[in-house]
């Protein structure tokens, strides 16, 4: 019997069977009223998406969902909790690399993002400095990796105004905490970006 079909959420990660992922036994679940899911945690998931009709991006491999017949991609996605739900969901802000062009990517508006890295702050690229009618990226987040030598992309770039709410109940790789001396910046832009 084939393994049930992919679902791919927009912006809402339902539950996965099982306790472990097949690709990396380090995936796993971390049951309802566990401390995993804190502001600051820095963690991996699996991830599924509809293709549409663009091209695949690097790190994604293409997979058939067999009861629509449809393409979606499937790839690894990295988040940071920034909100805690109850003891079932919390909220969560994409880390992107976008093609690893950073912020200099096409559409993206600068001022929604900073860096996030791990042991050394890298420096913008060039082509990510604000031109003269742009707002800059937000000043960066220190993460502290779990087994602490890992590290995140250099660049890798937060995303403050796209929440993803993540219920409890999918596989995830504990990445790390952001640095409890980065804690009140993290908040700090998040509310920022968000104000009304």
């Not at 549409?52 to 988040?79: L, P």
């Not at 796209?162 to 908040?187: A, C, S």
Request: aromatic content about 12%.
């Amino acid at each position: 019997m084939p393994p049930p079909p992919p679902r791919p959420p927009p912006t809402h990660i339902g539950g996965t069977g099982g306790e472990y992922e097949v690709l990396d036994p380090s995936y796993r679940v971390y049951r309802p009223g566990s401390t995993f899911f804190v502001p600051g945690c820095v963690f991996k998931i699996l991830w599924f998406e509809p293709s549409g009709s663009t091209q695949m991006r690097r790190g994604t491999s293409i997979t058939r969902d067999a009861r629509f017949g449809e393409d979606v991609h499937a790839k690894i996605r990295w988040f940071v909790v920034i909100q805690e739900g109850d003891e079932n969901w919390c909220r969560c802000l994409p880390i992107n690399t976008y093609d690893y062009r950073g912020v200099a990517k096409h559409g993206v508006v600068k001022a929604n993002h900073s860096i996030i890295f791990t042991h050394t702050e890298p420096d913008p690229q060039p082509e990510e400095y604000p031109r003269p009618y742009e707002q800059g990226m937000r000043s960066s987040i220190k993460v502290i990796p779990r087994d602490g030598y890992g590290s995140l992309h250099e660049m890798s770039r937060i995303h403050f105004r796209k929440i993803y709410t993540v219920e409890h109940n999918v596989k995830v790789y504990h990445f790390g905490n952001v640095d409890p001396q980065y804690m009140d910046v993290l908040i700090g832009h998040y509310r920022d970006a968000n104000a009304v």
